[in-house]
């Protein structure tokens, strides 16, 4: 007997509390004017969305244009540091050969 009060009182509040969602303009019955009403929430709550994917999406691309800049300019150093390289194993092979270091030369001294 108590589980079917229960039951009663449970269904009841949730009928209430789904009619009331329901009920968007207060009139006491779901009609069209209620749907018309929650389909403009549901536009507003896209349009606010939309807005927001924008922002983060120009916030990210400013981030990637940045990091790409960086990766860019990381290259270029090495690029100049293989370039010394190889200038570099060219002294190594000469000195192995026993010639002279080529270059500036010393400061004289006074």
Known sequence: MILIIVLVITVAAAVYFLWKKGDQDGDGDIDLKDI????EDVAEDIKEGVDDAKKAVKKTAGEVKRRAKRVK???GDIGDAAKELANQVGDVAKAAKGKPRTGRKP????
């Open 36 to 39: 018309k009403l929650s389909a």
């Open 73 to 75: 300019e990381e290259i």
């Open 107 to 110: 400061k004289s001294k006074k």
